[in-house]
């Protein structure tokens, strides 16, 4: 079955540059949720999206945005990087109008230098 | 706000042993969700199972399986003839009944089967 896709894996960036996360849901889902994940620690929410309007903010820096586009991939920007920032970066979806459960994609490893 | 707890912070069980993790949550909705994800070495996060709070029957998936307790806020997972692909670190987290709403996850107990 078709799964979640995130790209890129792997992503290394200096202090102070940008950088852009994709996730491609499942098909059929229409919602898109992005999740923060330090090292040795549980994944924070960041943000998501239903039907391409936002539908839940969590604690996402005002140096991050996030959209979801008409063909329902999401994009996660981030800018003025910093050391913090380091962490694995998760998309999930679900078919958000039954609360379905959310499926995660293999995530993005952000490592700032 | 909703918080979610897992007191064990590392668990471990031999090999076709049966194991059962800890999960307490608090929260003033009626209808909500609960999940438990697991985490193996590659990172992945697995959906393992999931609880909707309207229904009393315990979920159950092949080996897995959990205790729901809604007054006592608790949600406990059985894993039965524990394999070694189980060793991973194990999440248990909280959704509301709302269209995309978060999950907001507990600190994971991370659990190892042994040979």
């Known amino acids: 079955a078709a799964g979640v896709i995130q790209s890129p894996r792997h992503l290394i960036k200096e202090k102070r540059e940008t950088a852009t996360l994709k996730c491609y849901p499942i098909?059929?889902?229409?919602?898109v949720y992005w999740y923060q994940q330090g090292p040795g620690q549980d994944p924070q929410f960041l943000i998501s999206f239903y039907e391409k309007m936002q539908s839940d903010k969590g604690s996402i820096p005002d140096r991050f945005s996030a959209q979801q586009f008409s063909d329902y991939h999401s994009e996660l920007n981030m800018s003025s990087l910093e050391l913090g920032d380091s962490a694995l970066y998760f998309c999930a979806s679900s078919f958000g109008g039954l609360n379905q459960p959310q499926h995660f994609g293999d995530g993005t490893r952000l490592s700032i230098l | 706000a909703q918080t979610v707890t897992q007191s064990q912070p590392e668990m471990s069980v031999q090999e076709a042993e049966t194991v059962t993790l800890s999960c307490t949550y608090d929260t003033s909705e009626n209808n909500y969700y609960l999940f438990w994800y697991k985490q193996p070495p590659s990172r992945q996060m697995i959906l393992v199972i999931r609880?909707?709070?309207?229904?009393?029957q315990n979920a159950t998936e092949n080996r897995f399986s959990v205790n729901f307790q809604k007054a006592a806020k608790s949600f406990s997972l059985k894993i039965s003839d524990s394999q070694l692909g189980d060793t991973a670190m194990y999440f248990c987290a909280f959704t509301k009944e709302t269209s995309g709403s978060r999950l907001t996850f507990g600190e994971g107990t991370q659990l190892t089967v042994n040979p």
């Open positions: 098909p059929r889902h229409d919602t």
């Open positions: 609880q909707e709070a309207y229904k009393q």
